[in-house]
């Protein structure tokens, strides 16, 4: 093992001793990738030998630190026609050694891409109820996160889309623009 395994799984037992109910999952991929990091991202996702092998490496690095599953988070260009598949297969790998899988997902946004089976997989939903707007969009100034959109997010999952209440974690930022 390396110092970076001791180190994490020294982060993990701690945190857990102070928390015996803490789930810690791994999260994969994020926001912000570079257009090389998305088509490795697709390479993987959207073709099933290579989709295996990522699944295989993952779910052996859950075990491996002892994390309680996988939190998927590709976000717009990373959600590919193979992101269904992904995640159904995903779910199957992490189900054979009792793990959870949770998505993050924009406020106001269902990918195409993610079918009700996929979406169904999720044991629950992050929902990223911030980045409304920012630096990137520089003609619609104002709050990125506010109190509003937050119930927008939360209405949107729960009632538009259908997802239960229980299913749902509303996420907040940490954060603020200035633009």
Same mark, same amino acid.
């Given at each position: ?75 717009? $260009?990373?959600?590919?026609? $193979? ?97």
């Amino acid at each position: 093992e390396s110092s970076n395994q001791y180190i994490l799984r020294d982060i993990i037992n701690n945190a857990r001793a102070l928390n015996n109910t803490l789930q810690i999952y791994i999260s994969i991929a994020g926001g912000g990738l570079s257009e090389e990091q998305l088509a490795i991202w697709k390479s993987f996702i959207d073709h099933s030998d290579n989709r295996a092998i990522l699944i295989r490496e993952l779910v052996s690095y859950v075990e491996e630190n002892e994390f309680d599953g996988v939190d998927v988070d590709l976000e717009w $260009g990373a959600v590919t026609a $193979g992101y269904s598949d992904f995640v159904l297969d995903l779910k199957q790998a992490l189900n054979t050694i009792n793990k959870g899988m949770t998505a993050a997902l924009p406020g106001t946004t269902k990918y195409s891409q993610i079918s009700s089976s996929a979406l169904n997989a999720f044991d629950f939903i992050n929902i990223m109820a911030y980045d409304f707007t920012g630096p990137w969009n520089p003609a619609a100034p104002g709050q990125h996160s506010s109190l509003d959109q937050a119930k927008l997010s939360v209405n949107y999952w729960k009632n538009t889309i259908g997802v239960p209440g229980e299913k749902l974690n509303l996420g907040v930022p940490f954060y603020g623009y200035s633009f």
